[in-house]
């Protein structure tokens, strides 16, 4: 499966931001979709998953602000709400096959390039 993930920008503290992942190529097979991030100077890290079965996961760090969507059309959202400045990062879609989602980033298989978000204060 192939991923580009579009959606990102130079946004205010407070402000609202959406994130799509568009996946192509093999996508009959069941797979699941992670979203990720890496600030710089700092290691990559876990932000939202959703199954196949359309059960989500969050980081802590967003639980309650970001919300995963499965569009149902090969796309997948992460809504980002309330931003903070230390959500500021280059956030990546991966893939995995298979109807189990996972955290850790190893698991997937798949990425797409990132698309950078930064959040002012």
């Known amino acids: 499966v192939q991923l580009q993930a579009s959606g990102g920008g130079l946004v205010q503290a407070g402000d609202s931001l959406r994130l799509s992942c568009t996946a192509s190529?093999?996508?009959?097979?069941?797979?699941?979709v992670g979203w990720f991030r890496q600030a710089q100077g700092k290691e990559r890290e876990f932000v939202a998953t959703i199954s196949w079965s359309g059960s989500r996961s969050y980081a802590n760090s967003v639980n309650g602000r970001f919300t995963i969507r499965d569009n149902a059309k090969n796309t997948f959202e992460l809504q980002m709400n309330s931003l903070k400045p230390e959500d500021t990062a280059v956030y990546y879609c991966?893939?995995?096959?298979?109807?189990?989602?996972?955290?850790?980033?190893?698991?997937?298989?798949?990425w797409g390039p990132g698309t950078l978000v930064t959040v002012s204060s």
């Open positions: 190529g093999r996508t009959s097979s069941p797979y699941v």
């Open positions: 991966a893939a995995a096959y298979g109807k189990t989602s996972y955290r850790q980033s190893g698991s997937y298989a798949y």
